[in-house]
């Protein structure tokens, strides 16, 4: 056997820093993900820096038991609320909340809480199974390959993320924008630096995602700050056992397989996180079922089908994150902010360099999964409790670490200004509908694509593109994906006039 | 429904002047020209963003152009009569919660983490809180301690620099 398994495993097990650590993260999480505006995201910005001083395995394995907890706690504020607590509970509110009125809130909880569990466990086992299997495929990738397979991820990201293709191009496009600023890759000519010895080491990815999602956050609370808002939450919940029969979980066998690979598909495919496979996992779960017209009246199946696809999902978006390099949401792009602070550098090789730390990684999801499964089951009373804690007085303590944590990244104000830049930025296109998850992969993809660009333009004469089928394999696929999704909205866009 | 030929227009026009700004330096790019220099020059592949963004850019503010034209033939545009003075009103929140932050950065270095943190977390979080709610003296002891806890934890035991500014110790 691998010895880096071992290694990487009883690095975790062995350190009580890392297990409190990841009891910590997991159960910040939950509460991250439960309270309604905050999300696993801004979980992760807010304790990046808190993972500065850590070691690797350390720092990795508290973000990602962030990551954990903020997609499961979700769930809770989606059942007791009727609000989804993060995007990827979307789902769980239509059979969730008609369960808490008929009085069967704590079936829903126990159900929505062991599925989540269950589904992380299988994403995170296809994980491990298959990263390092797509590893060493992507180990042959060359300048020609990475190239197009840039080129496919953002055309996907592109044509799945909205409604209207022309925008979320321009948010790609933007994206990558901003990357050329500061040494261009392999002749490290000045682009854009005006000048400024700050500019010259462009931006970094963390100070942009955190002045993306972090401040828009905060301004999107203060563009409401008069609009009522008064939800009552269910309080009076008691878990006793599971919650449910062992009966009603046989009958949820194929839902959850079914939901856990369809969580797993969408979290491989960058650009559509959460919030989409739980809607597509409840629509095939309704449309395959037998009683169809059961669904949103507060059936298990409905809160099986969201919370099974969405937590199946971590494990599926952490796949082309680890073995490609390319992160498939917000979320992970913070994850990969967060592997760059300790200089581990995910893509093919990581398996070979970091073995140790993948292992460990791997096992800290495991046990996250685990405390999260716990800590939902046994402290539920207490969350709720905390769901009560004014958003106002969070949100600009929020703000301030982001602040610490652009700085503490590598100590200029320079990119405190670049949180703020961007945060207008993100305020802009929030107003002018443009989707922000498209610029992040830009910005990530961007750099990608001109590197083995001007790579591949070097070896054109040597070794022509027709030696690498994969590439035009890509691209191929890239083609028929775009013009298909033009078609579709042409259609849309036919029918929405026709409407009017 | 909500006429948007506005925020198009605004929208695919700025994007467009950005664009073309950022197409124009790119020829301040400067060439390498010694051995091994790849065929494709670092200003090629910014230039292709740069085109791409004008294009696009003025796709939007065609499509906004357009609306306003169909609804002005259609006799629909109605002017919304909301004067500058009011939009600001309105948008105030949002207005003095950039403000707050644009402040809170200028001043960070010289006067110090400490002191402009709690200011900032007082400040911001009494612009956040609905009128009904205000508490001044919770906001005040959130933001003194939230400061002088993130301080002591971020510089002792995580070792992050953080400007200490006039407080200097």
């Given amino acids: 056997m691998n010895p880096d398994i071992m290694t990487g495993i009883s690095s975790v097990l062995t350190s009580p820093m890392t297990l409190l650590f990841i009891l910590i993260g997991t159960m910040v999480g939950i509460v991250f993900g439960a309270i309604p505006g905050l999300t696993a995201t801004m979980a992760i910005v807010m304790f990046l820096p808190v993972t500065y001083a850590m070691s690797a395995t350390e720092g990795i394995s508290t973000l990602v038991a962030l990551y954990i907890g903020g997609i499961s706690g979700g769930l809770i504020s989606a059942i007791l609320l009727n609000i989804p607590g993060t995007p990827s509970s979307v789902a769980t509110c239509?059979?969730?909340?008609?369960?808490?009125?008929?009085?069967?809130?704590?079936?829903?909880?126990?159900?929505?809480i062991?599925?989540?569990?269950?589904?992380?466990?299988?994403?995170?086992?296809?994980?491990?199974?298959?990263?390092?299997?797509l590893a060493s495929v992507a180990i042959k990738f060359g300048a020609y390959e990475?190239?197009?397979?840039?080129?496919?991820?953002?055309?996907?990201?592109?044509?799945?993320?909205?409604?209207?293709?022309?925008?979320?191009?321009?948010?790609?496009?933007?994206?990558a924008m901003f990357a050329t600023v500061g040494l261009s890759p392999i002749d490290s000519r000045m682009r854009y630096t005006f000048g400024s010895v700050d500019m010259q080491a462009g931006f970094k990815l963390l100070v942009f995602l955190i002045g993306l999602f972090a401040i828009t956050e905060v301004v999107k609370v203060a563009a409401n700050v008069r609009k009522e808002q008064n939800f009552t939450a269910e309080e009076n919940v008691r878990l006793k056992g599971l919650g449910f029969s062992f009966?009603?979980?046989?009958?949820?066998?194929?839902?959850?397989?079914?939901?856990?690979?369809?969580?797993?598909?969408?979290?491989?495919?960058?650009?559509?996180?959460?919030?989409?496979?739980?809607?597509?996992?409840?629509?095939?779960a309704k449309n395959t079922s037998k009683h169809p017209e059961k669904f949103g009246t507060g059936v298990i199946d409905g809160v099986v089908a969201s919370e099974t696809a969405n937590n199946a999902g971590i494990g599926g978006a952490m796949i082309p994150l680890l073995s490609l390099g390319i992160p498939g949401d917000p979320a992970t792009a913070m994850l990969l902010g967060g592997f760059m602070v300790h200089d581990i550098a995910p893509g093919p090789l990581i398996f070979q360099k970091n073995g140790p730390v993948m292992y460990g990684i791997f096992t800290a999801m495991i046990l996250a999964s685990i405390v999260m499964c716990l800590f939902m089951f046994g402290g539920l009373r207490g969350i709720v409790k905390v769901l009560k804690i004014p958003k106002y007085y969070l949100l600009p303590v929020i703000v301030m670490l982001c602040c610490v944590g652009a700085i503490g990244?590598?100590?200029?104000?320079?990119?405190?200004?670049?949180?703020?830049?961007?945060?207008?930025?993100?305020?802009?296109f929030a107003k002018a509908e443009i989707p922000t998850t498209p610029m992040i992969l830009g910005f990530i993809l961007g750099p990608m694509f001109e590197e083995n660009l001007r790579r591949a333009s070097k070896l054109a004469q040597s070794d022509p593109i027709t030696n690498h089928p994969i590439s035009i394999v890509f691209l191929a696929i890239t083609v028929i994906a775009v013009a298909l999704s033009?078609?579709?909205?042409?259609?849309?866009?036919?029918k929405t006039e026709a409407k009017e | 429904m909500k006429t948007k030929y506005k925020m198009n227009m605004f929208a695919g026009g700025l994007l467009f002047v950005f664009a073309a700004a950022y197409f124009i330096l790119s020829w301040q790019i400067p060439n390498f020209k010694g051995l091994g220099a790849p065929p494709i020059d670092a200003k090629l592949v910014p230039r292709v963003w740069g085109v791409l963004?004008?294009?696009?850019?003025?796709?939007?503010?065609?499509?906004?152009?357009?609306?306003?034209?169909?609804?002005?033939?259609?006799?629909?545009?109605?002017?919304?009569?909301v004067s500058v003075k009011e939009r600001i009103i309105e948008n105030r929140e949002v207005i003095l919660t950039f403000l707050c932050l644009l402040i809170y950065i200028w001043l960070l270095q010289p006067v110090g983490f400490i002191i402009m943190s709690a200011l900032y977390i007082f400040a911001e979080s009494m612009i956040l809180t609905p009128k009904e709610k205000r508490n001044p003296l919770i906001a005040a002891i959130v933001g003194v301690v939230a400061a002088v806890a993130v301080d002591f934890a971020f510089v002792n035991l995580l070792h992050v620099l953080l400007p200490a500014g006039i407080l200097g110790w």
């Fill in chain 1, 486 to 494: 033009v078609r579709s909205n042409m259609k849309q866009r036919k």
């Fill in chain 1, 409 to 428: 990244d590598s100590n200029r104000m320079f990119d405190v200004w670049g949180v703020l830049i961007f945060g207008l930025i993100g305020y802009f």
């Fill in chain 1, 247 to 284: 009966r009603e979980f046989t009958s949820q066998i194929v839902n959850l397989f079914r939901s856990a690979l369809i969580g797993l598909g969408i979290g491989i495919l960058p650009g559509i996180g959460g919030g989409v496979s739980c809607m597509l996992s409840y629509t095939v």
């Fill in chain 1, 114 to 133: 062991f599925f989540s569990f269950l589904g992380t466990i299988f994403g995170v086992i296809m994980l491990i199974f298959i990263s390092p299997a």
């Fill in chain 2, 53 to 81: 963004l004008m294009v696009l850019s003025l796709i939007v503010f065609v499509r906004g152009l357009l609306e306003y034209l169909r609804l002005k033939k259609e006799g629909k545009l109605v002017k919304s009569g």
């Fill in chain 1, 94 to 112: 239509f059979d969730g909340r008609p369960m808490a009125n008929k009085g069967q809130a704590a079936k829903a909880l126990g159900v929505g």
């Fill in chain 1, 146 to 175: 990475y190239c197009a397979l840039s080129i496919f991820s953002l055309s996907l990201v592109i044509t799945l993320t909205g409604k209207d293709m022309v925008k979320g191009i321009i948010s790609a496009v933007v994206g």
